[in-house]
């Protein structure tokens, strides 16, 4: 858990060796026989509210690196919200 500017009170909750359903469409539509596994850690992230006030919904972040530790797991939802500002800053 951690105190933000823009968000207020962010928590982050990880899975390690989680993996996604993949389907035979899109990136995978050519592909002949089973389908891989591709582990990853699944963060949830969860924040008290958005900067234009709206309601917040939990988001989850997907990652394929495995053994993640918690330094780690708060890099990644960090930058995720950092690249969320960068986004909504233009507008075009």
Not at 27 to 48: C, F, K, N, Q, S
Not at 65 to 77: A, D, F, P, Q, S
Request: aromatic share 8%; no cysteine.
């Amino acid at each position: 858990m951690q105190v933000t500017d823009r968000y207020g009170t962010a928590q982050a909750m990880a899975w390690d060796r989680i993996h996604p359903r993949l389907t035979t469409r899109s990136a995978w539509i050519d592909h002949d026989g089973e389908l891989p596994i591709i582990e990853g850690t699944l963060i949830r992230l969860t924040v008290d509210h958005l900067p234009g006030g709206g309601a917040p919904l939990p988001v989850r972040l997907w990652s394929s690196k495995t053994g993640m530790i918690t330094g780690e797991v708060n890099l990644w939802w960090q930058a995720f919200l950092r690249r969320l500002d960068l986004e909504h800053t233009f507008v075009s």
